[in-house]
Structures are given as C-alpha cells and as structure tokens.
C-alpha cells in the first residue's frame, strides 16, 4: 500500500528524520471528521511511517508492530482509510480490508437506495425515506448567502439521508413534510446566525461561513438545531 498523492504530503524528504506536511484542508475533510479517534491517530502514524519509504506503507504484520497493535485491529483501521490509501498498482485497497469496516461503502448505497426509491407518501413503519433534492433545494432557498451545492455526490447524500435519520430518530416523523420542515427551521437558523453567515470577523479581519458539507457533520447539525451559533449565545 501506498499513500495517496504521495507527492503532496513529502516534506524535506533528506532530513533525518524525514518531515511531512499537515494541511489544514483536514479541518474541513467529512471523511476525517467521521474517523473514530483510533483510526485518526493511526492516519496520522502512517504518514510518518510513510515518509520512511517514499509514501509506501509496510504489509500488515510489519505496519502492525510498528503501530504497536494486533495484526487484527491494524487491519481494521487500515480498511477505514481507504481515502487516502491505495495499492502500489494505482488500485484501491483490497476488497478484503472492506469488507473488515463495520458498514461498507456499497451497504451504506443498497441502503440509501432502499429508503430514497421508497413511495414518500406512504409512511414507511420504520423510516420516511429522505427527500434528498427538495431538501437541497431548500438549503439553497433559506441559506442564499452560503456557498451552493453544484453536485449532490454520493458522499453529501450519505450524509444528508444520516442527518435525516438523526431527525427521525429523534422526532419520530410522521410525514415527508414535518421533517422537511424541522430542515427549513434549521436552515434559518443558519441565514440568522451571523457568525455561520459569515457576517462577523476575526481579529484578522476575516470572515468564515459555513458551507452545506459543514452542516451535514452530526456535531456541527446538532449544535446549530440545539441553538449554539444563535446570535446572542456567545
């Protein structure tokens, strides 16, 4: 296995010990953000162990003593960083390690699926089924100051039917419209929030803004639907 994009992590690569470099684009990558502690500690072993060899990771019972871990749990970890992974043949990590992740990529699909082909006016006994792109189109509709949404890839569906779930789950919807409508509610929170607006400044002048990829992290919906970037609340 090798790093990905190896050419961009490599820094001073003569000295000894060799350095790598750390983005900040991390702070804004969902798939880091979904990392468990664990595997976001050994993320970051392995570009170290990486800077050794020109970007390449050691098998599996070598990289396991190097981590100080079993083979088992190494592999594991291993399978839940497919992002920045791949083979040295330019191909993705093996079939195998995938299938080690406690919910694989193409189950997360078959089960997005399921609930998003779903007829929505019929309540399903167990979940109401993501309406995806009116909720998108909301999004744009309550949030106009905030970056748009061009493409509603994979990922951001993932994401978005979570959230919706994390609704459901907590408010035991009834309907499409009541969810949709807990959304509109969160949205204008959002265009209300100065700070997620991107209407205040740091003491460098600058403004951030939230971003719908931002929204769609559990923590950072969760503490926008509970009120945490209310004007006023800090």
């Known amino acids: 296995m090798e790093i990905k994009n190896w050419s961009k992590f490599q820094h001073f690569k003569d000295r000894k010990p060799p350095w790598v470099k750390l983005y900040r684009d991390l702070l804004d990558d969902i798939e880091w953000h979904e990392l468990d502690p664990k595997a976001a500690k050994v993320l970051v072993m392995l570009w170290l162990i990486a800077s050794e060899d020109d970007g390449h990771i050691p ?21 839940k960083l497919s992002h920045w992974l791949e083979q040295d043949d330019n ?26 082909e779903t007829d929505t006016s019929v309540v399903n006994p167990k979940r109401i089924s993501c309406p995806c792109d009116e909720i998108l189109n909301l999004y744009h509709e309550e949030c106009k100051s905030l970056p748009r949404v061009l493409m509603l890839n994979d ?20 309907s ?5 409508e807990i959304f509109r509610q969160i949205f204008r929170q959002v265009h209300k929030s100065d700070f997620l607006s991107g209407r205040t400044q740091n ?11 931002w929204l769609m992290m559990p923590t ?13 609340r800090n």
């Not at 098998?59 to 594991?76: G, Y």
């Not at 950072?220 to 006023?232: H, I, P, R, S």
């Open 155 to 174: 990922t951001r569906r993932k994401h978005l039917v979570s959230r919706w779930r994390d609704v459901d789950a907590e408010d035991d919807l009834k």
């Open 220 to 232: 950072n919906f969760l503490k926008v639907a509970e009120g945490q970037y209310d004007n006023g």
């Open 91 to 116: 191909k993705p990590i093996s079939e195998r390690y995938q299938d080690d992740a406690p919910e694989t990529e193409t189950e997360t699909e078959r089960e997005t699926e399921l609930f998003v």
């Open 59 to 79: 098998p599996i019972k070598q990289l396991a003593f190097r981590l100080r871990m079993s083979e088992k749990d190494t592999e594991v970890c291993v399978s």
């Open 176 to 180: 499409k419209e009541e969810g949709i």
């Open 203 to 213: 003491r460098n002048g600058r403004a951030w803004k939230a971003s719908f990829d």
